[in-house]
């Protein structure tokens, strides 16, 4: 079908831009000739941000951006403007930032209002077609922001100006937090309050996995002895990975949950949550051995390599919606699994999986064992899971949601450092195989002069890299170093870290900005130590560096990493909450951690990594030589051999190194007392 007279979407390769190829709304993509076009007409431009999972996207879209009325009114009165958020993140967070300035709460889809220079003066969400929702109808906001842009001009440059500034970066003022033992015990202690002490996560509704916050909570308990913190996570991953917001048939976790208890969520499936969900579950696996863990880490990572692959990559997301409504695809009637399941076996799987006649959500029901937590003896185990088998297949016969096949640099390095992780800690070695085809798809196909590209669909790369982009697959090619042993992975991650040195990092304001110094179709660079629902660049890059510094010996890297904390300290103090990956990071910079394998020649480490299962030390840089090879001068390590032509272990957490080891079972035991400190 041709593109609609005026609407210029049909070129692009966005699942999400396509979607709104047809709509009568005269779009265009964001870029230089749209912006061009506000300055030459004058008109105020109207900025729609989305993605192709989000269901109030799809709402706003079926009822105004299709509506030819609506249209109208929006061609006449605007340059309209769309934006894939996963495209184009450098400019969802800066008209974001604007909408939370204005007093808004945020998501999407974002409606923003810009002058003819790009700049923001109001904005807002979900506008209905009719009011609703206590919210005024999409029309009538159009014209009422038309007539104020033309009747009030000083107004409207108030409120750029105004906006322009608080969004302009600048290095945070005030007391510093210091990042030190007993601020952080202090801290992991405080954020406990925060914690739903029956269904785990954040208190309240809705509930969102937020692995930066637990993640923190995880690596302070196992460091300071307290068991409490590593209890909540565990709670935590265990709700989650028990509840509606897990996929019980075919694997993988739905974004969020809209209640309390995991049960309902926002069916959409992206590939941040479920890489940073098997990351933090495999941390818990290696210290608790939970069947629970293990079982959805499994079925997760098979959900991924079954479904979530794009080209030689992963893909970004699944939508909540299929046949227009949201979780149509998931969800089941007890009739139907009766007739899938035959009576029998289906009244023994709809007391595990909370199936009843009635349903718990819109009159169906929601897969869920809220009710059944712990899991059943393997006699019960085994047949349940054949049901599901046997459901999951009946179920893919039905309408599929809609996939967004774009791939992602960002989200693929986090996905690829949690395949690889994980393959150390299960001995997959089909997992590593998958990260690392991954991680060399984006290497060859993702890259140009030495610079990554943020997307690719179709044949083509685009969108200019973050430094997201560029944190995630550093953190993913050390990851690859840990599991495969291979030097040329770290040779990757220095060049990346250079290009970030070179156009991304701001030495007035001591870390890294989120575009790049050429990315030319921006009002202003965005700068933030926050955690978003991916980890922070600058959060991620702490612990880089600090990994960086240990494989090469160069102090440069750990200055670096000091430089970021000490920059961000005062943001820190302010809102601890929301650095919760800085936090963690510093404890990286507290305790560098590096495990040198030295192997005699015609032996293996196999055994000695094999102890390393058993034992949760995040972000830990293990270093396998063979006996004899040379080691940086400037190495903790340096001079030292293996013991008695045995494989040999030198754990060495901060400024000094345990004794030797040559056994599995002492090498968890040294890693366990080397990470844990005491705080009066």
Not at 134 to 144: A, D, K, T
Not at 147 to 153: A, G, M, V
Not at 303 to 325: H, K, N, P, T, Y
Not at 381 to 392: C, K, N, Q, V, Y
């Amino acid at each position: 079908m041709q593109d609609r007279p005026g609407n210029q979407l049909g070129g692009e390769t966005s699942p999400y831009l396509l979607q709104h190829k047809d709509n009568p709304v005269h779009w265009r993509p964001w870029g230089a000739e749209a912006l061009a076009e506000a300055k030459a007409t004058g008109k105020p431009i109207l900025l729609s941000v989305g993605y192709a999972a989000c269901h109030w996207c799809h709402v706003m879209a079926h009822e105004s951006f299709e509506d030819e009325a609506t249209a109208a009114v929006m061609n006449d009165l605007f340059v309209n403007i769309k934006v894939d958020r996963e495209e184009r993140p450098d400019v969802d967070a800066i008209y974001m930032n604007a909408l939370h300035q204005i007093g808004e709460q945020g998501g999407w889809p974002l409606t923003m209002f810009l002058t003819p220079d790009a700049e923001p003066f109001w904005g807002g969400t979900y506008f209905p077609r009719e009011e609703r929702y206590g919210r005024p109808s999409f029309v009538r906001v159009l014209n009422e922001i038309a007539r104020i842009y033309r009747d009030e001009p000083a107004k409207v440059r108030q409120n750029a100006n105004a906006l322009k500034e608080r969004l302009t970066p600048a290095r945070h003022e005030g007391a510093a937090a210091q990042l030190n033992d007993a601020t952080l015990s202090n801290l992991a202690r405080r954020f406990l309050a925060a914690v739903d002490p029956v269904q785990g996560g954040i208190r309240g509704a809705p509930k969102f996995p937020q692995t930066q916050f637990f993640g923190f909570l995880w690596r302070a308990g196992l460091r300071y002895g307290l068991a409490n913190p590593r209890e909540a996570v565990a709670l935590t991953l265990t709700q989650i990975a028990q509840g509606g917001i897990y996929d019980h048939l075919g694997g993988g976790f739905a974004r969020y949950s809209v209640d309390e208890r995991w049960l309902v969520p926002h069916f959409e499936k992206m590939l941040y949550d479920n890489a940073l969900l098997i990351e933090l579950m495999t941390e818990a696996w290696r210290e608790t051995k939970s069947p629970l863990y293990a079982q959805r880490i499994a079925e997760t990572i098979d959900w991924v390599l079954r479904e979530m692959r794009s080209e030689g990559a992963f893909a970004a997301s699944l939508d909540a919606d299929s046949e227009g409504e949201e979780g149509k695809f998931y969800v089941w009637s007890l009739a139907e699994i009766e007739d899938a399941l035959g009576t029998d076996e289906a009244k023994l799987f709809a007391e595990v999986y909370g199936v009843t006649a009635a349903g718990n959500f819109e009159g169906h029901n929601i897969l869920n064992r809220l009710d059944a937590i712990d899991l059943r003896d393997a006699e019960t185990e085994m047949p349940l899971g054949e049901m599901r088998a046997t459901l999951l297949a009946r179920r893919g016969s039905r309408v599929r949601p809609g996939f967004d096949d774009k791939i992602l640099a960002d989200w693929n390095g986090l996905m690829i450092a949690a395949l690889a992780n994980a393959s150390q800690a299960f001995d997959r070695p089909d997992w590593l195989e998958a990260a690392q085809g991954a991680f060399n798809f984006i290497r060859t196909r993702m890259m140009s002069n030495g610079r990554l590209f943020h997307a690719y669909r179709g044949g083509e790369a685009k969108a200019p890299a973050t430094a997201n982009d560029y944190a995630d697959m550093i953190r993913a090619a050390l990851a690859l170093a840990n599991a495969a042993g291979r030097r040329d992975y770290i040779e990757q991650a220095l060049a990346w870290t250079d290009v970030l040195d070179k156009h991304y990092l701001s030495r007035e304001l001591g870390g890294y900005l989120l575009a790049a110094d050429d990315t030319s179709d921006l009002i202003v660079r965005p700068f933030s130590g926050l955690d978003d629902a991916t980890p922070n660049a600058n959060a991620i890059m702490v612990s880089n560096l600090v990994q960086l510094s240990l494989w090469t010996g160069e102090e440069r890297y750990a200055r670096r990493a000091e430089e970021i904390l000490r920059a961000f300290a005062p943001a820190i103090a302010t809102n601890p909450v929301g650095h919760a990956g800085l936090l963690a990071a510093a404890l990286d910079g507290l305790a560098p951690s590096l495990i040198v394998l030295i192997v005699p020649r015609g032996s293996d480490a196999g055994a000695l990594r094999a102890g390393l299962r058993d034992v949760s030390l995040p972000n830990a840089v293990v270093v396998e030589i063979t006996q004899g090879e040379a080691l940086p001068a400037s190495s903790i390590v340096y001079g030292k051999t293996a013991v008695a032509g045995k494989p040999t272990a030198y754990v060495c957490l901060g400024p000094q190194c345990a004794p030797p080891v040559t056994e599995a079972a002492a090498l968890a035991e040294t890693v366990r007392g080397a990470r844990e400190v005491t705080v009066a």
